[in-house]
């Protein structure tokens, strides 16, 4: 999984190399201290909202859990 661009500002876009339809992809954005702050299917996710600082994308595929990535909000 990629996502980008890494640092943003407006918006994330999460990119992968699944292409199985039949697969449920969801994304979560949370702060450090695991509260969850966006939960989408979504793979371009609205980050606007969010004040500067650290969060972590967390990916599951089928809700479960395969992948999470730091990102960076200016």
Same mark, same amino acid.
């Given at each position: 999984?990629?996502?980008? &661009?890494? &640092? %943003? ?5 999460? %990119?992968?190399? $699944?292409?199985?339809?039949? +697969? ?5 954005v949370s702060d450090l201290n695991g509260k969850i702050l966006i939960?989408? +299917?979504?793979?371009? $996710? ?7 600082? $650290?969060?972590?994308?967390?990916? %599951? $595929?089928?809700?479960? &859990?395969?992948?999470?990535q730091k990102l960076v909000k200016q």
């Amino acid at each position: 999984f990629t996502i980008y &661009p890494n &640092p %943003s500002i407006h918006s994330i876009n999460v %990119s992968s190399n $699944i292409n199985n339809s039949t +697969e449920v992809i969801s994304y979560q954005v949370s702060d450090l201290n695991g509260k969850i702050l966006i939960d989408t +299917e979504q793979s371009s $996710i609205d980050i606007s909202a969010l004040s500067k600082g $650290i969060y972590l994308v967390h990916i %599951s $595929i089928n809700q479960s &859990p395969v992948a999470t990535q730091k990102l960076v909000k200016q």
